[in-house]
């Protein structure tokens, strides 16, 4: 009895078991917390993993009052344990038991940051020590779930690198610590789009050989989808900043030609890359200019029998015209003997070239910024002296001179050629030739004529510039045009072979049948030079000189089409709205540019040719001007313009008569021209055809046409002699004596001759 009492008392001063056990794991750390136990000298805190067999004890607290015990584990591994109080009498029960697993703590500081040169996005973290590693999530934009993209079996390692982008996605990424159990908490997600970046090496340089050119390089940039190219004028008062030029869609192009700059024009470009969420910053602005580059391909050839060479060269884009250089003879100095002023000339006959004399030719481009561009690479020449007549009946040769038509608008009285050419069935022009010549070439006209009255015969050129009048016999048929046609074809023939055989080098011709008999000046020249140059294919020696055709003009069945389609995104068709654009200061305006098309009136072109070449001999300078026309009447006046020209008797009113313009018997046309256009422009500053340099003031002289597409608008770009300008008035029917336009002086020129504008472009718009 005395034993049992003596236990009980002895469990009493047992201390209680402690109670609320509960564990923290977190780490490599562990932190029990308990409630307190009274009478407690120290606790006794007990783990071992799942499985083992083993108990030990983590640590032990030596005061009574202690409530909290903490220790290292292995992070990953799961654990359970239990606490003992103990006191001086014993220990107590053991506490139920709990069971952790500390896990690794999430990466901090983790950021995502975009490489500023090329697709990749560096991740960096803070190390998580007791981790064994790391892994790294990803979602897109396209993608609802995370997936792995890259593990790592080090804490050591806290960054990593992710290549597999698309610029302009958008992304998510967060990192993910590993322990013994797997992954464990994540780190707080970043979201990042990665932007296509500038283009690096922006450059802009004149490329060698190639004028009117600017060459933009730089480097490509992977996952790119396009480049845009913008562009402004350096010292453009108006537009300050750069405006679109090109959008190229090939994401590995590194270089671009603009073909559309102006010579000695300093322009300020950038460059910026597009992704799939759109455009990039604007590279650094670079400057480039292009540059006249010297005439390729000059080659000179020798017309034997003749005192001329005839030269020709490669067309420089940008050129305005030419200046021809000859060294050689006496004096031997290099001198200029020509000036082309078109930029489709390129060719030239330097007709004062002397027998068995030396030459050495260089030809210089020229635009409006560049008197003066490089010369090209010199070409030597020698026309040899052809054996005269007597000498080749003796041996028993045939002559072989070659016959040069010059083939130029002038009074046949004013012509400094070998041999003008008189129709005898002309009174008029007959009697005006004679009486001009004087009194000893009337004559012996009389005289030969009394002897052959249908013979075709060479008198001198008397007090005439010319050294021979050609008299030829002709009588125009009364029947169809096709017969006068042949007629007129016959009378050519005749004259050609009747100048050849007295050696006539360059001959000049009226336009026959175009006074009195009223034919169709048109239909007269096309048969004269379509003539000549059957003549001269039947003779290779002959030679025929006139104003070039554009290089870019098309051809339908040997005849120039009238109206051909101009891509709106070619270099010529930017080319062409370059100025539109910039002077179309109201944006509102328009909305959208239909189609470009190029006129292409042999006719037209070439009497304006001839036309500019004259002003240029009269000015000494070049004054022609790209200018506007804004067409009111809508299709049915833009054919009108294109087949016939314009017609400045129709100038301020809204309809008027077809105007037909005959050019005077004694001048030596290429292709008069049918006059026809409508005009609601108002005479403000004259009785004549008006443009203006700025499109957005043609404009304002447009209608909508009634064609089936509603809404289109017609505006002419034209190329117009200005010549001397002074200001107009409403009274002004004719230009004031010594000037060629009038205007009010800025913007808007009048003209009074229609052969000094031809309408070169037309701009269909909405």
Same mark, same amino acid.
């Given at each position: 009895m005395e034993a049992s009492v003596g236990f009980v008392a002895w469990r009493y001063l047992l201390p209680s078991t402690p109670q609320g056990l509960h564990g923290t794991w977190k780490g490599d750390r562990a932190i029990l917390t308990w409630q307190t136990v009274d009478a407690v000298d120290e606790y006794e805190v007990f783990y071992r993993r799942p499985g083992s067999h083993d108990t030990a004890p983590w640590c032990s607290k030596s005061s009574g009052k202690s409530v909290m015990a903490e220790f290292d584990v292995h992070t990953g591994l799961p654990y359970e344990a239990y606490v003992v109080a103990k006191n001086w009498f014993?220990?107590?029960?053991?506490?139920?038991?709990?069971?952790?697993?500390?896990?690794? $703590?999430?990466? /901090?500081?983790?950021?995502?940051?975009?490489?500023?040169?090329? $697709?990749?996005? @560096?991740?960096?973290?803070?190390?998580? =020590?007791? @981790?064994?590693?790391?892994?790294?999530?990803?979602?897109?934009?396209?993608?609802?779930?995370?997936?792995?993209? /890259?593990?790592?079996? =080090?804490?050591?390692?806290?960054?990593?690198?992710?290549?597999?982008?698309?610029?302009?996605? =958008?992304?998510?990424?967060?990192?993910?610590?590993?322990?013994?159990?797997?992954?464990?908490?994540? =780190?707080?997600?970043?979201?990042?789009?990665p932007r296509v970046p500038v283009p690096n090496h922006f450059a802009a340089s004149t490329p060698k050989g190639l004028s009117a050119t600017v060459l933009l390089n730089w480097q490509a940039v992977p996952n790119s989808i396009a480049y845009h190219i913008y562009r402004r004028r350096a010292e453009d008062p108006i537009y300050q900043n750069p405006i679109l030029l090109m959008t190229l869609r090939n994401p590995n192009a590194n270089s671009y030609l603009d073909q #559309?700059?102006?010579?000695?024009?300093?322009?300020?470009?950038?460059?910026?890359?597009e992704d799939s969420a759109g455009v990039s910053l604007q590279s650094t602005a670079v400057v480039g200019m292009g540059a006249l580059i010297a005439p390729n391909n000059l080659s000179a050839e020798p017309v034997h029998g003749n005192n001329c060479i005839i030269l020709s060269w490669t067309?420089?884009?940008?050129?305005?015209?030419?200046?021809?250089?000859?060294?050689?003879?006496? $004096?031997?100095?290099?001198?200029?003997?020509?000036?082309?002023?078109?930029?489709?000339?390129?060719?030239?006959?330097?007709?004062?070239?002397?027998?068995?004399?030396?030459?050495?030719?260089?030809?210089?481009?020229?635009?409006?910024?560049?008197?003066?561009?490089?010369?090209?690479?010199?070409?030597?020449?020698?026309?040899?002296?052809?054996?005269?007549?007597?000498?080749?009946?003796?041996?028993?040769?045939?002559?072989?001179?070659?016959?040069?038509v010059d083939v130029r608008f002038g009074d046949l009285i004013t012509e400094n050629v070998d041999a003008i050419i008189v129709c005898l069935s002309s009174d008029e022009l007959k009697n005006k030739i004679l009486n001009a010549a004087g009194h000893s070439v009337s004559l012996i006209f009389a005289s030969v004529h009394q002897r052959d009255i249908n013979g075709c015969f060479k008198a001198s050129g008397g007090l005439l510039p010319c050294k021979n009048i050609i008299f030829v016999p002709w009588k125009a048929p009364a029947e169809s045009l096709?017969?006068?046609?042949?007629?007129?074809?016959?009378?050519?023939?005749?004259?050609?072979?009747?100048?050849?055989?007295?050696e006539c080098q360059t001959v000049a011709f009226p336009a026959v049948g175009c006074g009195g008999l009223g034919y169709d000046v048109h239909t007269v020249a096309k048969a004269m030079v379509s003539e000549a140059y059957k003549q001269k294919k039947s003779n290779s020696q002959t030679s025929i000189e006139d104003s070039t055709i554009p290089s870019t003009w098309e051809k339908t069945s040997d005849t120039y089409n009238l109206r051909v389609n101009v891509p709106v995104n070619s270099s010529e068709g930017q080319a062409v709205l370059l100025d539109f654009h910039r002077t179309m200061t109201n944006y509102d305006s328009y909305s959208r540019i239909i189609r470009i098309e190029r006129v292409q009136n042999e006719r037209w072109f070439l009497q304006y040719q001839i036309h500019k070449s004259e002003f240029h001999r009269r000015l000494q300078q070049d004054t022609e001007q790209r200018l506007f026309h804004g067409c009111a009447g809508g299709e049915s006046a833009v054919k009108s313009i294109v087949e016939y020209g314009f017609n400045r008797s129709l100038a301020g009113t809204k309809h008027g008569k077809y105007a037909l313009l005959f050019i005077e018997f004694i001048f030596i046309p290429i292709f008069p021209y049918l006059l026809e256009c409508f005009f609601q422009i108002g005479t403000a500053y004259g009785l004549g055809v008006y443009f203006s340099s700025k499109a957005s003031e043609s404009h304002n002289y447009t209608k909508l046409s009634n064609s089936i597409s509603m809404g289109e608008r017609y505006m002419f770009v034209c190329k117009v002699l200005v010549g001397k300008t002074t200001q107009g008035n409403a009274s002004m029917s004719t230009c004031p004596a010594?000037?060629?336009? #009038?205007?009010?002086?800025?913007?808007?020129?009048?003209?009074?001759?229609?052969?000094?504008?031809?309408?070169?472009?037309?701009?269909?718009?909405?």
């Open positions: 014993g220990s107590s029960d053991r506490s139920s038991k709990i069971n952790g697993c500390a896990r690794a $703590p999430a990466p /901090t500081q983790f950021t995502v940051v975009c490489d500023p040169t090329k $697709p990749l996005l @560096s991740l960096k973290w803070n190390q998580v =020590s007791c @981790s064994v590693g790391y892994v790294i999530k990803r979602k897109s934009a396209m993608e609802s779930d995370f997936h792995i993209i /890259t593990t790592i079996d =080090s804490s050591y390692i806290t960054q990593s690198q992710d290549t597999n982008i698309i610029y302009g996605m =958008s992304y998510t990424y967060m990192a993910i610590s590993l322990d013994r159990s797997g992954e464990s908490d994540s =780190s707080l997600s970043v979201v990042v789009c #559309t700059v102006i010579n000695n024009v300093k322009y300020i470009y950038t460059i910026a890359s067309e420089v884009a940008g050129a305005l015209g030419y200046r021809i250089w000859r060294s050689g003879g006496q $004096p031997s100095t290099e001198k200029e003997i020509g000036l082309l002023s078109h930029e489709y000339n390129t060719k030239y006959v330097d007709r004062e070239a002397k027998h068995e004399t030396a030459y050495n030719y260089t030809v210089q481009a020229f635009d409006k910024n560049t008197k003066y561009g490089p010369k090209s690479n010199g070409v030597k020449a020698i026309v040899s002296k052809i054996m005269p007549p007597s000498e080749r009946q003796k041996t028993g040769q045939k002559a072989t001179v070659p016959v040069m096709d017969i006068s046609e042949q007629s007129i074809r016959t009378f050519i023939i005749i004259a050609l072979q009747c100048a050849q055989q007295h010594g000037y060629d336009s #009038t205007g009010n002086g800025s913007t808007i020129y009048v003209i009074y001759h229609d052969v000094q504008v031809y309408a070169e472009y037309l701009i269909i718009y909405q």
